[in-house]
């Protein structure tokens, strides 16, 4: 059996010495071949599981982000929370009703006189907290816009300040008008 196919043809007389050379070296060819098409399937193997690595570290990427949003959003809304508790005034024993515009409805909360008239000047502002309001100093309305806007329904000193074309700048409004 030590005889390959190749010299057995040779014996019986079939081909010849060039043939069978030219088969041998056509057959290392095909070997050759073979070997660089799996060297290249190899290598888009790697190009594909490189490909999906770097897919997904931008979808970790991403979910990262999101969840580091979500995380300060969670700490501003604690924040806000806490300087409004902290800061509310209370209004258990107002009589007097103040209207004010919380996107497009118009709500009332009771507030005594002296409440009523600061709200009015700009002294104080009034926050939303989850489904309730409460009465806050302006100062504590100022540093709660700049964590979160929405948060104050009704300040009157932003009001004033972003009229710069009002039309109504020359009127005085009077001291009696209950809105």
Known sequence: ??????????????????QLNKAKKSKIRQQKQKNK???????EAAVA???AAAEKAARDRELNRQLKEEVER???HAQVRQLVEMNRLPRDEGEVGYN????????????TEDVHDKL???????????????VIPSVVAAKI???????????????LEGGE???YADYKVPDDLMW
């Open 74 to 76: 969670k700490a501003i």
């Open 49 to 51: 599981a490189r490909q």
């Open 1 to 18: 059996m030590a005889n390959s196919f190749g010299d057995q043809f040779l014996k019986a007389g079939l081909v010849n010495k060039t």
């Open 165 to 167: 074309d009002d039309s």
């Open 120 to 134: 009015g000047r700009g002294l104080l502002a009034i926050a939303r907290l989850g489904d309730r309001y409460e």
């Open 100 to 111: 004010f515009q919380d996107g497009t409805a118009i709500r009332k909360i009771f507030v």
């Open 37 to 43: 098409q799996k060297i290249e399937e190899i290598d």
């Open 145 to 159: 816009m700049q964590r979160d806007e929405s948060c104050i329904v009704s300040n009157a000193e932003t009001r």
